[in-house]
Structure formats: C-alpha cells, structure tokens
C-alpha cells in the first residue's frame, strides 16, 4: 500500500471507529508514509515543549502517540518520561518495540488510572475531523497538574473545520487556560498541508 492509500483516506474519517481501523490497517506502512512526506509536527511540537521552559525531566503524555514518531521527538528533545496512548493496538505494537515509553496505554484518557497526573502531555496530528472532538482539549487540561502545559496540533483540515479553534476561545476566555504560543507552520509538505501548533498552560 502506497502512502497515497493512506492519505486518500485519512482527511474523510468520520468516526473514532473508523480512524482507529485506519490506522491499524496502515500501521506496518504509517512511518514510511509520514517520513516520504515530510511529516514536521511531532519536532516542532516537542520544540515547543523546549520553548515554553517544561523541564527535561517532567512527565509528558504523549496522546495518540501511534508508533512512537512523537516519542522519537520528544526523546530527542531531552524527555525521557514519556506515557503514551492510543486506539490502535497495531500502531502501539510498533511503539513499544523502540523502548521510548515507560506505560503503553490501548485507548484513551479514561483508560488512564483515575489518579493519574501530567506535568505535561502532547496531542500530535491528533486534532482533526475524525480523529478526536474539540472537546478533548478540556479532557487534557484537566489530566494535567495545574499550571501543567499543553502541546498539540491543528492542521489545515481542522483550521477549517472550526470547532477546535472554537473551544480554544472559549477556554481562554473563561480562564481555564492561558496561551503561551501559537506558531504555523509546515505539518505535512507532501500533501501540501501546514498547521498550528500551540501550547496552552492550565489555570
């Protein structure tokens, strides 16, 4: 299957039951097909990290984390406690055999342990329609310690879509978070696709 398969479909997902099948069908494939196309997010996410002053040795949850193109990032950018999740039990097979999270998690952020806490936690290339609602945002904030910060992405796909810059509004304006940086740039030049990565802080 060519990268060309992969990307046919990936912007029409409508379901999280769809793009979970997706991926795991495209799992032996992903990073080829992310890497023939440029695929930027994950190190500029992880920069942002470096930018906003979180320390090497804070927690970061890495959600959606795939097979681990985001964890590559981060570890190179000097984190090493790294958690990750993601729906796709193929995708985490790939991830765990680079030996770059202390947890793999098959699901989401209620599969976590109730207790469970973050300095930090990235979403990358996760924000798009089908892949996970706007609403996620304040699931993420409220997993993190206060004053803990937020990395992730909106690609063009999702800019439009408009209920993720939406939320973001929103929250700003209540308070319930504050944003440190806000930057566009490349995602995916293959496809002709840029985004915003940003970092918000919670209140």
Known sequence: MSSDDF???????ETAEETAAHYARFAETYETSMRENGYATPARCAEALREVGVKPDTPVLDIGCGTGLSGEALKSAGYDSLDGTDFASEMLT??????LYRTLIEGGLDDL???A????????????PGHAPASLIDDVLERLEQGGIFVFSLNDH????GSYEGR???LLDAG??????????EHMPGQNVK????????R
Do not use: M
């Open 158 to 161: 999702a800019i439009a879509e």
């Open 117 to 128: 806490r973050y300095g930090a936690a990235v979403a990358v290339g996760v924000f798009s």
């Open 7 to 13: 990307f046919d479909h990936a912007y029409g997902l």
């Open 195 to 202: 985004a915003w990565v940003l970092a918000l802080r919670r």
């Open 94 to 99: 790939v991830a765990r055999g680079k030996g």
């Open 176 to 185: 319930g978070a504050e944003l440190l940086s806000r930057d566009y740039g």
């Open 168 to 170: 973001i509004h929103e």
């Open 113 to 115: 342990p109730d207790d």
